[in-house]
């Protein structure tokens, strides 16, 4: 089982920064995939950004301003949030995802975390 907590989450002005931490219970080096989602209020869950292999993934309206960046010794993963904006505000999910093959099968199991409020501020 794989847990994920978030933190730094806060109210900000627009044009501010903010840092988000995700702690993981399980080593970040051995999942698949590990990002970050943001639901607004009456929307769906959409990618921020993400760590996929080697590759980074953002959505487009962060590139440029988001970054994302993981501590393997100590299982935290980062979103540096720069220049902020009002429709950058949600709640800032981690996820992760855990593949394991069986040889036979893969299996893939998606992790969340409970969340953290961002609010941007004009």
């Known amino acids: 089982q794989v847990q994920l907590v978030e933190s730094g989450g806060g109210l900000v002005q627009a044009g501010g920064s903010l840092r988000l931490s995700c702690a993981v219970s399980?080593?970040?080096?051995?999942?698949?995939?590990l990002g970050w989602y943001r639901q607004a209020p009456g929307e769906q869950r959409k990618l921020v950004i993400e760590i996929s292999g080697d590759r980074t993934n953002a959505a487009d309206p962060v590139k440029g301003r988001f970054t994302v960046s993981r501590d393997n010794a100590k299982n935290t993963m980062y979103l540096q949030m720069n220049s902020l904006k009002p429709e950058d505000t949600g709640v800032y999910y981690c996820?992760?995802?855990?593949?394991?093959?069986?040889?036979?099968?893969?299996?893939?199991?998606?992790?969340w975390g409970p969340g953290t409020q961002v609010t941007v501020s004009s």
């Open positions: 996820h992760g995802v855990l593949v394991s093959d069986y040889g036979s099968r893969v299996k893939r199991d998606d992790y």
């Open positions: 399980f080593p970040i080096f051995a999942l698949h995939d």
